[in-house]
């Protein structure tokens, strides 16, 4: 009596390539995505060999004497995950041109968070991006630097309490910058850059397939709630990916050739309080000295949705 | 059939690596190490060789790249020089904990500031806590056989550590000198090809490379580490050996320069170390008992070769090109004093020359050895003593 | 279907000591990678999701969802939870759209000694929603 079989089911037949009894969080978003993106390289038929830099995902899949990893998978630094990679990768080029090696499924993959991509490890990335390596680099962006306890990093958007950018009787803001625009960063290479979110899983799931098609590098950036660092309840973890994508806080779009395409449009775009009150790192805007950072918040987001529709229309 | 060629340090490197011919290299350059990636890519645009050349962005991304291509099972190679070096500081660490067998001429200069682009051992004692091994070469012809050396050490089982072959900046890299080429396929021949046992490009075969250890293991992995580096020292003579037999020169892991019947001995490493020998000739012939030690393997430090050699004298001066930055002597001074710790009373003093690309002649080393030689007879003498410098 | 007694816990001998220096996989190395699946990590939870086979569309949401790999997936379809690696954060739950859910959280201090069958029993009776 074989039940026909959804995509999903399909999806679900691949070997897990990230096991469990890892050390990470209770409803931790980084899992969410890492299977997200390994079972689809599964499911093309490629075999992946990964990086990943200094941060949650590696000290809690690659604890000496454990491993997570039923793939080829190496922890340099921090701030090189993109540059240890090249290095395989370019090992892959010549060991192939030498005939030593014969596999044409092997797909690089590195996994950085957004410190280790936003921050330091912004040069390496950039370097590995301009020379043209092939491989995919993920960024699981969960807003500050949350292996060493919720600092604020480049990727800290306005009005965010962490443990660096604090809220107090005299500072009722956190953060004062906007969050630094990587996908713009990434497109100015011209290489292959998208926005997901892991509760916009058919997205995400495109996405990544066309990042492994590239000749070349890839850069997605997905959106990772922490459960710890934001504050809120673990199996809210999907659900918020969701909500900042339905308040256009975390816009799906992606950037080919110097065309962006804004991938999901809601129809009903929520306002950012919706979002917003459900983390504690943002409980400090939901009293009246708060009111002002609020209001700007949401005007920074309208301001960027407008952008990126406009820019969308004007067909770049 | 080797060949008798007219070429400098950096080209000496050059042609080691292109014979070579390494899977991979990924190197940025910094002088005074940049005619090396220069020669490499020429030598690649012209089709004398076949490696894959990274141009990465900084160093530590080239030592980084390095760690990534070497996990990948095959064999690696980058250059670099002080400031570069100082920028790896971090990766050289974890290159030496994965135990990856990756070869690192490095081209020997000041560390700034004041920003100096000249010769002198700042850089590669800065890191000589690394866990990588340390072979100091005098002269373009050491610098070429330690290079093709290093990859059949690095690549020793009982090792698998990353080498360093070590030249001062300008002295060696940029002094054009007569040496020895070895024919393409002799040198082929000599290193062997590279098996690596893991690899990351061996999906069949998943292996995790990297994984961090928590107090109940990382003290267990360090001490494992030193083993690697200590069997180099044994390991190091082997090879020297073979690249004897097969090529005529060798060196050990010290050179003993009529060090043995010498009641003053002059210690040092490098470059100098022709000076050094030109001034013991000078001393001999006046009726002098000096003579010179040159360590030529610094990481692993072999203390036990040195003890020995060192039986009969009565006064050690010990040149280090680097200062000492608030320790009682400089590195080399401080591990020779350590070794000869309860072995004898004889003074051991430190002389700190070079720095910067400043020059040391041989009528400052003959000063050097008439101090000594005072120093023997009881006179009392300065812990350390400062080269050419102006008071 | 992780029965640690099948295996040696990693980094020790067959004895269970820890392994000492000259044993250790030199560069910290992990030759027998994935081998977190033998480590336990269902005992963090105070809450375990309990499943419904007669409720269950088999959309696989909650697998998707998973950060734990700890939804069972048999030739692609929903087939219970890993309780030796589930750690009980609840997103299963949410992720699962039948109505009523086909998965319901309770108590570890009530599941500790039921049996799947009456764990289903008492997480899908009446008395409980
Ligand atoms: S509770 Fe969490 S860990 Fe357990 S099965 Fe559900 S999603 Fe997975
Ligand atoms: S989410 Fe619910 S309906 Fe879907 S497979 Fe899981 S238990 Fe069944």
């Known amino acids: ?316 | 059939m080797s060949k008798r060629v007219a070429l400098s340090g950096n080209e000496a490197a050059a042609h080691a690596i292109r014979q070579i011919n390494p899977d991979v290299i990924a190197a940025f350059p910094i002088t005074p190490s940049t005619p090396i990636p220069m020669a490499v890519s020429q030598f690649i645009a012209d089709g004398k060789m076949t490696t894959e050349f990274v141009t990465v962005e900084s160093e530590h991304s080239a030592i980084s790249a390095c760690v990534g291509a070497s996990a990948a099972g095959g064999r690696v190679m980058t250059a670099t020089s002080a400031n570069g070096l100082a920028l790896m500081f971090e990766i050289l660490y974890i290159a030496s904990g994965m135990r990856r067998p990756i070869v690192a001429p490095v081209v020997a200069r000041a560390l700034s500031g004041p920003l100096n682009i000249h010769g002198d051992f700042s850089d590669v004692y800065g890191v000589r806590e690394s866990g990588w091994v340390e072979l100091f070469c005098q002269d373009s012809q050491e610098f070429y056989d330690t290079i093709i050396q290093s990859v059949k050490l690095a690549e020793n089982e009982s090792v698998l550590t990353p080498v360093m072959p070590i030249a001062d900046g300008f002295d060696i890299s940029h002094t054009v000198e007569n040496w020895y080429m070895e024919d393409d396929e002799a040198v082929q021949k000599f290193i062997g090809e590279y098996h690596s046992k893991y690899s990351l490009l061996d999906t069949e075969h998943p292996v995790t490379f990297g994984a961090w250890a928590p107090p109940d293991w990382y003290y267990e992995h360090r001490r494992s580490q030193l083993e690697g580096l200590l069997n180099a020292c044994d390991a190091f003579k082997a090879v020297d050996k073979e690249f004897g037999e097969k090529f005529g020169r060798s060196y050990g892991v010290i050179e003993k320069y009529h060090s043995d019947d010498a009641d003053i001995v002059v210690i040092g490493m490098g470059a100098v170390s022709g000076t050094i020998k030109d001034a013991v000739d000078e001393m001999r012939a006046n009726g002098i008992s000096a003579g010179f030690l040159r360590v030529k393997l610094f990481r692993p430090f072999p203390y036990k070769d040195i003890i020995e050699a060192l039986k009969g004298a009565k006064a050690i001066g010990v040149f280090d090109r680097c200062i000492t930055a608030g320790a009682q002597t400089a590195a080399l001074c401080t591990d020779i004093r350590s070794a000869m710790y309860g072995k004898s009373n004889i003074p051991i003093v430190n002389y700190t020359y070079g720095l910067g690309g400043r020059d040391t002649t041989v009528s400052h080393v003959k000063t050097v050895i008439e101090q000594l030689k005072e120093a023997a007879e009881g006179k009392k003498i300065d812990l350390i003593n400062y080269i050419n410098l102006r008071a | ?129």
């Not at chain 1, 454990?66 to 010549?94: C, D, R």
């Not at chain 1, 459960?227 to 918020?240: E, M, Q, R, S």
């Not at chain 3, 999701?49 to 997936?73: E, H, K, R, S, Y």
């Open chain 3, 1 to 129: 279907m992780n029965n640690k007694k099948n295996f040696i816990t990693p980094g020790c001998d067959k004895d269970g000591n820890l392994l000492g220096w000259r044993s250790v996989e030199i560069g910290a190395m992990v030759i027998d990678a994935g081998n977190s699946r033998m480590y336990e990590t269902g005992s963090w939870r105070s809450e375990q999701p309990v499943w419904n086979a007669d409720t269950c569309i088999d959309c696989m949401m909650c697998w998707l969802g998973c950060p734990d790999t700890a939804i069972i997936a048999k030739d692609g379809h929903m087939a219970g939870i890993d309780y030796f690696k589930c750690k009980g954060c609840e997103i299963c739950v949410e992720q699962c759209p039948t109505k009523p859910n086909s998965l319901v959280m309770i108590l570890e201090e009530k599941a500790k000694d039921l049996s799947l069958e009456e764990k289903t029993e008492l997480a899908f009776s009446k008395e409980q929603k």
């Open chain 1, 1 to 316: 009596m074989a039940k026909k079989l959804s995509f999903l089911n399909k999806l679900a037949l691949n070997k897990e390539l990230l096991e469990g009894g890892h050390r990470l969080c209770p409803g931790c978003g980084h899992s969410i995505i890492v299977r997200m993106v390994l079972n689809t390289a599964m499911q093309e038929g490629y075999q992946p060999v990964m990086a990943n830099s200094t941060g949650c995902l590696e000290v809690c899949t690659g604890l000496y004497p454990y491993s997570s990893w039923n793939i080829p998978w190496i922890h340099n630094a921090f701030e090189n995950v993109a540059a240890t990679l090249s290095g395989a990768e370019s090992m892959y080029k010549s060991l192939s041109r030498r005939g030593k090696l014969n596999n044409d499924k092997i797909v690089f993959i590195a996994f950085g968070s957004d410190g280790g991509t936003y921050d330091i490890g912004l040069q390496a990335l950039s370097g590995a991006a301009e020379r043209g390596h092939r491989f995919l680099y993920v960024c699981d962006d969960n807003e500050a630097y949350q292996n060493t306890g919720n600092q604020r990093s480049s990727a800290t958007p306005y009005g965010t309490r962490t443990t660096t950018s604090a809220v107090g009787t005299a500072d009722p803001i956190g953060k004062k910058q906007k969050r630094k625009d990587i996908m713009e960063i990434m497109a100015a290479h011209e290489i292959y850059t998208a926005q997901a979110s892991p509760s916009y899983w058919m997205d995400l799931i495109k996405k990544v397939k066309k990042g492994l098609k590239q000749n070349g590098p890839a850069y997605l950036n997905v959106i990772q709630p922490c459960t710890t660092g934001w504050g809120y309840d673990p199996k809210d973890t999907i659900n918020l990916a969701k909500l900042a994508v339905d308040t256009c806080i975390w816009p799906l779009y992606e950037i080919e050739n110097r065309r962006s395409k804004v991938n999901y449009k809601p129809k009903n775009k929520l306002p950012v309080e919706e979002y917003l009150k459900k983390q504690k790192r943002y409980a400090h805007l939901f009293t009246p000295k708060g009111k002002e950072a609020l209001e700007k918040i949401q005007q920074l987001t309208d301001e960027h949705w407008n952008f990126l529709l406009e820019r969308e229309q004007a067909g770049f």
